[in-house]
């Protein structure tokens, strides 16, 4: 196979989103939103005020609220709350399956000595229930549990390249969220949006994305001819 440039850049190692991007979406963040939102309004931390961040985030927003007047009430939130995003993970896994060329791809990327690693802010549990032989087909998998700051913080994605070997310029982060742009943007790599989640084109164009695949198997096209433009 061709190397794969993606402009002038040569791409040796490719990071994958999960849920969206490998495996079928069926996760209903917007219940596991309001759910959340529910048991922090409990806690009496303003809804207002958290509803500008991502779950995860405004989790750990309304755990720094509460610590302020007790340690141990943020504890017990801060457990609560994790454990109510872990069963809803989990209970969608168990429904949950990866996209038909899933597998194919992995290998074929691996026939063509490009290395991949995959970035969730899932939980490993969860991942493994969909993919129980994820290692087989990439070495390094990077759930939420594995580091300190979740995507699209870069911590997340520098661990797999740090682990991978590989540098920013020669990596490209593919994802099915402008999340996963951010994220690759925040790291200095390429970036590749798919539309097998829920965002469109144009959500990926204004998020810089430099290129947006209808799927992330379309890369092996790519591949082939050896240029992405």
Do not use: W
Request: with cysteine.
């Amino acid at each position: 196979m061709a190397e794969l440039k993606i402009g002038a850049s040569v791409i040796r190692t490719i990071i994958f989103d999960f849920d969206g991007t490998l495996a079928k979406l069926n996760i209903d963040f917007q219940s596991m939103r309001e759910t959340v939102m529910n048991l922090i309004s409990c806690r009496g931390v303003s809804r207002e005020a958290m509803s500008p961040h991502f779950i995860l985030e405004m989790i750990d927003a309304a755990f720094d609220t509460i610590r302020r007047r007790s340690e141990r009430e943020a504890g017990e939130f801060f457990a609560e709350a994790n454990a109510i995003i872990e069963e809803i993970e989990t209970d969608a896994a168990e429904r949950g399956e990866l996209f038909g060329s899933t597998r194919k791809l992995l290998m074929s990327l691996h026939a063509a000595n490009l290395s991949c690693g995959i970035i969730t802010r899932n939980c490993a549990k969860a991942v493994k229930i969909v993919f129980p032989d994820i290692l087989d087909y990439c070495p390094v998998l990077i759930c939420r549990d594995d580091v300190g700051k979740i995507k699209p913080h870069p911590e997340h994605i520098g661990l797999a390249m740090s682990r991978l070997g590989s540098s920013p310029h020669h990596t490209l982060m593919i994802g099915d969220h402008p999340i996963d742009i951010v994220t690759g943007r925040n790291a200095r790599t390429l970036t590749c949006g798919v539309l097998t989640g829920r965002c469109g084109k144009d959500d990926f164009i204004d998020a810089g994305a430099d290129l947006v695949l209808n799927n992330a198997a379309d890369i092996l096209s790519i591949l082939e001819t050896g240029n992405g433009g």
